[in-house]
């Protein structure tokens, strides 16, 4: 992404301004977030589009040769195994651009940060409707 240029507005706006050769695996990555997270809201936080449900649950970005992914440092300690073999910093993991992203991986990050969120916010949104939050009444 380019520092000078305005940041974007939208997700898809984002992934139309990325490298080129990131475009496909920024759509793989945002299509697995959509589908372990529905009802997530999606906006762009830091310059980076980010997910979340009253906190954030992840974010990622392109890189000149990778995809950062963001997803909290309990869920890398929690699939510190699996994620072994990608370069890792405090809280984010680098998928590189040439390899396929780890998409089953990827989409049980997202689930345990849900899990994470809703044991700690309430319930869940999904399909655009609320559910109740704990401790509340309708």
Do not use: C
Not at 61 to 74: L, M, N, Q, V
Not at 103 to 131: F, Y
Request: charged share 30%; proline share 9%; aromatic share 8%.
């Amino acid at each position: 992404m380019n520092p000078k240029k305005p940041p974007p507005k939208s997700i898809p706006a984002y992934i139309d301004a990325a490298p080129k050769e990131a475009r496909k695996k920024l759509r793989e990555m945002l299509a697995a977030i959509r589908k372990a997270a529905p009802g997530a809201e999606e906006s762009i936080k830091w310059r980076m589009p980010a997910f979340s449900y009253r906190r954030i649950l992840v974010m990622f970005a392109a890189f000149k040769h990778h995809i950062g992914f963001y997803p909290t440092r309990s869920a890398m300690r929690a699939f510190e195994k699996e994620l072994s073999k990608f370069t890792m910093g405090r809280g984010s993991i680098q998928f590189p651009l040439e390899k396929p992203l780890p998409l089953p991986l990827i989409r049980k990050i997202i689930a345990l940060r849900v899990r994470e969120s809703l044991e700690k916010d309430g319930k869940w949104k999904t399909n655009g409707q609320s559910r109740r939050a704990k401790g509340t009444r309708t």
